[in-house]
């Protein structure tokens, strides 16, 4: 079956845009979560939905930082008036449920800042 | 806070020796923990898990017991493969799976 995609596979934008970045789980995961990596480190664990829900947004690096659920599907991670530091690599995965369950990661939007 | 450490890359190893990566963690409460892998040009994949003490994971002949004494979680292969080669990120998971912690991934080279 088909697994965790993420569009775009790349974007390049200027400082100060605003970039929406989509994850498409598989379905009938429940859980989604989206990390992020930046070059030469490891990945920064910044939201967990659990159907619509995401208990703790702490994990988010700023406010420009927003992400929605709907229908329990699909995500979207928003960053607002990027900046440079945000450049990095965004992945999403997603698990059957909460729990030690194995999640399933998608191949990653490349995000540059310039 | 929570955290993980991972010993530093890249790992150059000949077939058939003997791996360890070394993993330590730093956490309230009772983790899991786990190990991911991410071979060349692909995404990352669940390799092994553990969830309380003592417990070990095990997976494609690697290795890793939760040791709540020394909080670590080192994996081991005893004789790894050229198609090992990847990098390899030790995991926790806390507040009831809210939140992950990744290290920072530790790449292997296997050569021939």
């Known amino acids: 079956g088909a697994g965790v995609s993420q569009s775009p596979s790349n974007k390049v934008t200027e400082k100060g845009k605003d970039v929406e970045l989509r994850c498409d789980p598989i379905?009938?995961?429940?859980?989604l979560y989206w990390y992020r990596q930046s070059l030469g480190q490891g990945l920064e664990f910044l939201i967990y939905?659990?159907?619509?829900?995401?208990?703790?947004k702490s994990g988010l690096p700023s406010d420009r930082f927003s992400a929605e659920r709907t229908g329990g599907s699909v995500s979207t991670l928003t960053i607002q008036r990027t900046q440079q530091e945000d450049s990095a690599v965004y992945l999403c995965?997603?698990?059957?449920?909460?729990?030690?369950?194995?999640?399933?990661f998608g191949p990653g939007t490349r995000l540059t800042v310039t | 806070g929570d955290s993980v450490t991972q010993m530093e890359g890249p790992v150059t190893l000949s077939e058939e020796a003997f791996l360890t990566i070394n993993c330590t963690y730093t956490?309230?409460?009772?983790?899991?923990l786990f190990w991911y892998v991410q071979y060349p040009g692909e995404g990352l994949q669940l390799l092994l898990k553990?969830?309380?003490?003592?417990d070990k994971g095990s997976n494609k002949g690697f290795e890793a017991t939760y040791r709540k004494e020394t909080t670590s979680f080192h994996l081991e292969k005893g004789s790894v493969q050229v198609s090992d080669s990847a990098v390899y990120f030790c995991?926790?998971?806390?507040?009831?799976?809210?939140?992950?912690?990744f290290g920072s991934g530790t790449k292997l080279n296997v050569k021939p």
């Open positions: 995965a997603s698990s059957t449920g909460t729990g030690a369950y194995e999640q399933y």
């Open positions: 379905s009938g995961h429940t859980a």
């Open positions: 939905f659990q159907g619509n829900s995401a208990p703790d």
């Open positions: 956490a309230t409460g009772y983790p899991s």
């Open positions: 553990a969830t309380k003490a003592d």
């Open positions: 995991a926790l998971s806390v507040y009831n799976f809210n939140k992950f912690y």
